[in-house]
């Protein structure tokens, strides 16, 4: 009886779904590496294993490890190779490691046996000194797909993670790029990710179908390039 009189009246109701979930970050990071016009947009990512960390700091000296399967930023480590050593920063913490020996020592004791992944690390654009990234939440209803949000995360001072649930600070997609950046970018900007949202979302419900919910992780580098960190289908 609702949907009848919505539809008398032109309206369309929003039937969300939650849809199949996908928790293997190095699934869909491997799907999106496939398409062309993705793949620059994805930060060169391998399995973790110490041959792949090794030859990964030589290329890039800072790369991000973190979980195949995780949420929250929870055992995101940033990792860095200097004349001086290695490093490693968990939240606000920072070890120091005179050998590569010793960092995979200490990095194996902090993955606990789980699967992870290594990305080369984005410097990205700050707002006051503090990296941002931004969150954009693309649904599955009843007419098609949909954005819900697009928005900016700020990393709490001292932090590389951007999560809110460990201090971040939200605000709106166009006051991150303008405050980053520069106010003449922003629709650029968000017209470069929505466009990769479309593509990728058309690439992943092709290769998984039944998806319904999507929340990509985007960053924009201090040269102005947009990068995929990662793509939810559980999206927070």
Known sequence: MLWMKLQERGLTALSEHKGRQLASKWTKTAVLLSHSSIAPHI??????????????????????????????????????????????????HTKRFASF????????????????????????????????????KYVKTATGWVYRSMVGRIARQGLFVT?????????????????????????AKKSKMRELTVLSTELLESR??????????????KQGHIWIFEVNTRPQ
């Open 208 to 221: 998984f179908p039944g998806i319904g919910q999507l929340g990509f992780d985007y960053g924009i580098d």
């Open 163 to 187: 999560n809110l649930c460990r201090g971040g600070k939200m605000v709106t997609a166009a006051q991150g790029i303008s405050r980053s950046l520069t106010s003449g970018q922003v629709a």
């Open 43 to 92: 930060p060169p990512t391998k399995r973790f294993t110490n041959n792949n960390l090794k030859s990964m700091l030589d290329t890039h000296q800072m790369v991000v490890v973190k979980p195949v399967v995780g949420a929250g930023g929870h055992g995101v480590i940033k990792v860095t190779s200097s004349s001086d050593g290695y490093a490693y920063t968990y939240y606000s």
């Open 101 to 136: 020996a010793a960092l995979i020592g200490a990095l194996n004791k902090q993955r606990k046996g789980r699967a992870y992944l290594i990305q080369k690390g984005i410097y990205l654009a700050t707002v006051d000194g503090r990296p941002i990234d931004y969150r954009v």
